[in-house]
């Protein structure tokens, strides 16, 4: 990788063409750039001597990659590189940032496999291994649910293994996508979703048991928190929460349950800035259904008004029902509750699912969960910027659920140059073992942006994640001055050498 | 895949507001497909028959990959679906289409394997195979080129080989890219990029014998007109043709055997409106070899101003050198001849190759080549508008040639999306077998491009091509009349069930 060019003047060509080439090109250049995400704002000589450092080391890692096109990272699956990131000086400088907010992820994904199999040694659980695929359940008795062979308990299922181990590590792979030859295993968007939705059907009834699940979200905010992240607005399907009695609770107790543990958390924690709730049940429903669901979304909304953020429909897009078909219910409910759609999470261009994107916009959505497609709708991205509609780009999530693989091609970097209202997240983490928030932001800093994009970005990104939360006008405020102070702490005690 | 919803309005819910939706929900996807290349064209009543048609099979292509995306061909590499493309109907539509010009083709990349072999056939023709290569050159005598093992004639060759079938094979699968395991042949760009010159570097002995050259571009002519291609631009380096008794010509005889070709085609087939020449040599060169090519450029077009086009600079982006090391001469150049810039064609971002886009334009650049990177420059994507230059797409080379896996994500569909002024062509297309411009209109068509995009875009596609070609004003009048009885005649006799 070469350095920028200055254009030199031999003299027999030496003319005033091409200096005003040069003036006419380095305008261009700079005014292209000013339209960009953090393209507009300065840093204090204090951000700078940070960014001086942050560069360098970008500047390596990129170029190393363009003099080595075989071994450059990016353009493999993440799985082919995810153990190498905690190798890059950008990715630990990025680690110590603060980042702001997450304000696209799933409750049930969010923690690794290391996490779920430590679930699996509480007490009353039983298990029950069938065609290859396990089963879990806690009880107090053994389990009624249909299962092929004989449920038992976990405890004496491990004891008898013999090799605790290899019994764990089996136990483990059933909770993460990540596999050596992603190639082999996920060649179309079919098998990636296919292994995706098999992990919730096992960890729904683990994470369910209301013990767990009032800890499971506690330890998520920990592990945001230790991140860096200071907020976030998780989405929930508010599945059942049960007892070992067989006791089965309303989905409304479940979004109680995260109430209590924000709560918690916040007491806690006081320096974490708090977490919010989007209800996102399944698209894969019928008209009554979503009635109902919007019936409860109001519901929580009166019983938790600071904790509830708003509404979605979430699931495998191109499989799902198109938001068309809900229109009149959700037009009329939109007089009560803000929206937070998934939108174009999709590969095809022109059909129903593409569709989405126009009826999410036109149902007044907040933001739009992953906006994939946008870039294909011209008039859309206009109106994305205009409405100040937040874009909840998952870079890592969409190479892995296979809508991109080299991530180089991935929109978010045609989002940054035109400076829409990008905010970063991780969708799922835990399922294809990323940490929380960073692995996204590197891979987004790193493989996606322009090479010269620089700490103006990532601050950036970071105030987007609170200016497009859904906290309300003081509270957004508050947030942010309590991110400023972060950020001058950070961009204080940052020290080159550490890295 | 369903069909385009009417919102249903039910009673209970039946208000204005779902009306008022669906009024600007209309407005606004019109006001989008408007935006698009060919959106504002009319059909006539006969071409609107022929469209129904084409839509019929268009639509159950992509709603069976919809409904199936297990199968569906297009996120895959070329290589899986490419002998799949003959039993579609879409395709078979398309082949019998009018497609006006072809404007980026490399010339010895045009005809594939089975005519390389023929030429294998011929008299005085020496092989030298070595390491799992082979090397070719026409004499009267045993070559004095560097071959680790010996030259012999290849006709004994096959003579001896004893089975001749297998010894034509072999030499076949020199002179193609094709593999039926392109994920373990091609991982990265390297090795796309790779074998890719080693076959310019096979064929160039071949193809540079005088007499086969004559006859080599006459028959690249041959083959467009059968896929009902009327114009072409062909790029070419101008290597120096030879004779038997080793003698060599400079190149400025390249360049006459190709106003000598044209003229002989255009005489045998008086239907067929012409070729130009770009020069094109290698961006691996220094100051002085590119002031001497300028220069050659110069005297080619003072000799064959009505065949010469202009100049471009070749060779894989990312490893040559960019255009701002030649702005002085380039600038200067630019008085005497009009430039067709490769520029873009990568997946880097804001490094030098990324920026060969800015110089491209600010050079006068009458088309850009690939500009694969040209959505990540939002201000560029302007004025490539503005300033009316043409964007030569390759979708099926940017596959192969590892930018892109599934097309979907191919930025043709961002460039059809705003009506840049797109033609579409097909590179090197012997290289990796596919026909010389219907696969590449298929699989812009149907893999691309918005599944709604009918008739009309194939046929501004094909307009463009003339309008973005470089005949002049009055030529390009001709071309275009020709073009439109062409097209006629093609929809008059155009009969569904034959398809």
Known sequence: MRSVYLLLCIPAVCLASVREYSEERAKMVRNEARLSLGGRSELTDKESAVNDCLMRHKFREIDYGFDNPRYYNFSHHFFEYMRDIE???????????????????????????????NITYMDHLYVCFQDGDVKFKFSNKSPKD?????????????????????????????????TDDPGAVYPTIKESWGVFLKYFGRILPLVTYRPVWEQYFYDVLKQFRSDNVMYVEVRSLLPNLYELDGTVFPMLVTAMAYKKAIHRFVRDYPDFYGAKLIFAPSRRIDIPKLEEYLQLARAIKEDMPEEFAGFDLVGQEDAGKPLIEFVPQLLEASKDLDYFFHAGETNWYGTLTDDNLYDAILLGTKRIGHAY???????????????????????????????????????????????????????????????????????????????????????????????????SGAAKTEAIVKFNAQWDQFINNFDCSRY
Chains 1, 2 share one sequence.
């Open 87 to 117: 190798l890059s000086k950008v990715y630990r400088i990025i680690r110590d940032m603060p980042k702001g907010a997450a304000l696209h992820v799933h409750d049930m994904g969010i923690l690794g496999p290391d996490y779920v199999v």
């Open 373 to 471: 497609a946008l870039p294909k709708h011209p008039l859309l991205m206009d109106e994305v910027k205009k409405r100040g509609i937040g874009i909840e780009v998952n870079v890592i999530s969409n190479a892995v659920l296979s809508l991109v693989r080299d991530v180089r091609n991935h929109p978010l970097s045609i989002f940054l140059a035109r400076d829409l209202p990008v905010v970063l997240s991780s969708d799922d983490p835990g399922i294809w073992e990323a940490d929380s928030l960073s692995d996204d932001f590197y891979v987004a800093f790193v493989g996606v942006a322009n090479r010269l994009e620089d700490l103006r970005v990532l601050k950036q990104l970071a105030l987007n994640s609170l200016m497009y939360s859904a906290l």
């Open 146 to 178: 249909i299962c092929a062979n004989k449920w038992e308990l976990m405890s004496n299922a491990r004891k008898l293994s013999r090799n605790i181990t290899e019994f764990d590590a089996k136990i483990r792979a059933y909770f993460t996508m990540y």
